[in-house]
């Protein structure tokens, strides 16, 4: 068919009869000039958006960047005095409360809702801590409580929360995943809510190696990627993302905010012969 014809002369037929004849057009390819401004424009882009390295950032799907920031030393301004220790019947838990009574001239307030610390370990820390007159006051409170948590750190007027509490079995984490991401990632963020209403603005997070899951590189550093495998790990690492991202935001407001995430691995050493806790107590140790 000839473009520069205005009509295409084929009859139609149907019925019997021939349809009308219409105008039917050509459709032209673009023109060169045009082509080469599309191709200036999409080179300009490509030169204006890049940085170098930029293709070496790995993401995963939920645009948070599988290569840790690079590490920052912050310096805490004024004197910590009075720690909020959560999960403080737990095994970590319990024994950071040790270490704060031995160094002495700490306040200390352990909240636990004993659901899988245990209440043996809270009295012995009450003798412990009665025998060296240092302060130690156990609130029974399920940390995902925003309301009596903020009450608590308003009452006792807290510098610091040390947050360990949470479940901690990976192949229970597999069976029930709902509690650990209720008990890791929604109370951590009740947590935050509770420091940011409370005006708490010191916080050390207990996370886990489970973060990393399963890395192909060693040794495991603070930049390794972080995979986690199973919903406990996932948990930890999403309630570091939630730290994070409220660290960043107070950030941009020019609030101060300190945070630190402790992703530690296989936890024991010697303890003072009246701690020692009850092998058969599957509550008081991880």
């Not at 080469?36 to 958006?49: K, R, S």
């Not at 352990?110 to 302060?135: F, H, P, W, Y």
């Not at 360990?164 to 963020?189: C, K, R, W």
């Not at 809510?193 to 495991?220: D, E, Q």
Request: proline content about 5%; hydrophobic content about 40%.
């Amino acid at each position: 068919m000839d473009c520069d014809d205005d009509t295409v002369r084929t009859p139609l037929r149907g019925g019997g009869e021939d349809l009308e004849r219409k105008p039917l057009r050509c459709s032209r390819p673009a023109s060169l000039p045009w082509l080469l401004f599309g191709l200036l424009l999409g080179f300009l882009a490509i030169f204006f958006t890049w940085s170098p390295g930029s293709a070496l950032v790995e993401n995963t799907c939920g645009v948070v960047p599988s290569v840790a920031p690079p590490l920052q030393r912050r310096r805490l301004e004024g004197q910590v005095r009075k720690v909020l220790v959560t999960g403080g019947g737990g095994f970590i838990g319990s024994h950071f409360v040790l270490a704060l009574l031995d160094r002495t001239g700490f306040n200390v307030t352990l909240v636990d809702d004993l659901s899988r610390g245990s209440i043996e370990t809270v009295l012995r820390l009450q003798t412990i801590a009665k025998k060296k007159n240092q302060a130690l006051t156990f609130v029974r409170l399920d940390v995902s409580e925003q309301f009596k948590l903020e009450t608590v750190l308003r009452e006792h007027n807290i510098d610091l929360v040390v947050h360990f509490s949470g479940n901690a079995y990976v192949g229970e984490s597999m069976l029930h995943p709902e509690d650990y991401y209720q008990n890791i990632t929604a109370s951590t963020v009740a947590l935050v809510r509770a420091m940011k209403s409370a005006g708490v603005t010191r916080l050390i997070f207990s996370s886990s190696c489970a973060t990393f899951g399963t890395p192909s590189v060693f040794p495991i550093t603070e930049t390794t990627p972080q995979r986690p495998t199973n919903p406990y790990g996932q948990a930890k690492l999403q309630a570091e993302q939630a730290i994070v991202a409220y660290l960043r935001a107070q950030e941009r407001v020019g609030n101060a905010f300190s945070a630190s995430l402790l992703r530690y691995f296989n936890v024991i050493g010697a303890v003072e012969a009246e701690f020692e806790h009850d092998p058969s107590d599957s509550s008081a140790s991880f």
